[in-house]
């Protein structure tokens, strides 16, 4: 607000930030220990989320704000700072979160093994702040301990 001059509101930055994901878990089921996409419900977590909002009579800035959270791939796009602020939190989120599993899945190739094994034992994001603070080396060490891989 100071560096760029202009008043914000907060409680619209807070509730979408807390609201804009609201329906994903309907999106999901628990199969052979791991979260999958349910395969045959094709209604996405946004129209879900809108739809509760608007059942529980939320103000229609909030719903906004949750409905333009994808951008320009959504059913609206943000037509607020504040839905822009949380359509890019949003994006930096899944990017963070692409980081660790791209470094889960090149440690697993590494160490030629399913990946899969590496997530029951290190979350993505767990990993790349073990990497980011101890070294590529330390995180190397810590899988061959976990994994009970012996070096050759």
């Known amino acids: ?20 994901d609201l329906m994903k878990p309907q999106n999901y089921q628990l199969k052979d220990g791991k979260f999958d996409h349910l395969s045959d419900f094709h209604l996405d977590h946004l129209t879900l989320g809108i739809a509760e909002l608007y059942r529980r009579d939320f103000p229609l800035e909030v719903i906004k704000v949750v409905a333009s959270h994808h951008g320009d791939h959504g059913p609206v796009s943000p037509d607020s700072i504040e839905a822009w602020l949380i359509h890019h939190a949003d994006n930096v989120d899944a990017a963070i979160n692409d980081i660790g599993i791209r470094i889960c899945q090149a440690r697993a190739r590494e160490f030629g093994i399913d990946d899969s094994q590496i997530y029951k034992i290190v979350n993505p994001l767990k990993l790349y702040e073990m990497r980011k603070k101890l070294g590529k080396d330390k995180v190397k060490e810590f899988l061959k301990e976990k994994l009970e891989i012996k070096d050759e």
């Not at 100071?2 to 930030?17: A, C, K, Q, V, W």
């Open 1 to 20: 607000e100071e560096t760029y001059g202009i008043e914000l509101n907060r409680d619209l930055l807070i509730s979408g930030g807390i609201l804009h």
